[in-house]
């Protein structure tokens, strides 16, 4: 399916191809500007529970909490391996580049994992925790991923993750939060940041619990720490 959608949305579950999946979209293309003022919204699906694949998506996408430039809300244990998206995301709360909330604290952890997927797309959330580059809160293994867009109000890969990342990166200039990761809970390794930063911090944000290694950040920090 190939979508070329507008959509001016005042309900919950929006999505360019699906409000809510539990069956399959693959091989799909949406150009979409979306502007949601409610929740579960994504330039793809809005609440995903089935399975998604090989779907490319660009253009804008708004809504309130649950907002993700390919899925707004995640809600089955998968692994998500070569997904990427062009998408400008904006929201209030769990809003990331590709998936705005990718979590569930009953979830078998050890099924879950973001590999090999990026976002290009420029992020805005409403504090350094609350938005990613690439995902807004997470408990999925972040493996080989990397975001080059600018994130305000938000961190520039994930802003909350209760799990590992490791080879990841982000190159894009974050203001207010941090460059890698505003609320940590889990180990990272191997990874970097080149991006400016403004008011925040360098890597990570909070460091709640885990080892940071073998990591480094190259983007100058005005107003934070490095």
């Not at 360019?16 to 799909?28: E, L, Q």
């Not at 390919?70 to 809003?95: C, P």
């Amino acid at each position: 399916a190939v979508v070329n959608a507008k959509i001016n949305a005042r309900d919950d579950y929006v999505g360019g191809i699906a409000a809510k999946n539990s069956g399959t979209v693959a091989a799909c293309s949406a150009a979409v500007n979306i502007v949601s003022t409610q929740s579960y919204v994504g330039g793809l699906v809005g609440l995903d529970e089935g399975n998604t694949d090989r779907s490319i998506v660009t253009g804008s996408v708004e809504g309130l909490y649950y907002v993700g430039g390919l899925i707004g809300k995640v809600g089955i244990e998968r692994e998500f391996v070569g997904y990427h998206s062009s998408v400008n995301v904006t929201g209030q709360g769990h809003v990331g580049g590709l998936f705005g909330d990718f979590s569930n604290s009953d979830w078998d952890k050890s099924k879950l994992r973001i590999f090999k997927s990026y976002s290009t797309g420029n992020v805005k959330g409403k504090d350094y925790d609350s938005a990613g580059g690439l995902v807004g809160r997470t408990n999925a293994r972040i493996d080989s991923c990397y975001t080059t867009g600018s994130v305000e109000n938000g961190s520039g890969l994930v802003g909350e993750i209760n799990a590992d990342i490791t080879n990841s990166y982000t190159t894009g200039k974050v203001v207010n939060g941090a460059g890698l990761v505003g609320s940590s809970w889990g180990d990272i390794t191997n990874c970097y940041t080149t991006g400016a930063i403004e008011n925040g911090a360098g890597f990570v944000y909070s460091n709640r619990d885990g080892s940071i290694s073998d990591s480094y950040t190259t983007g100058s920090v005005n107003g934070g720490t490095g």
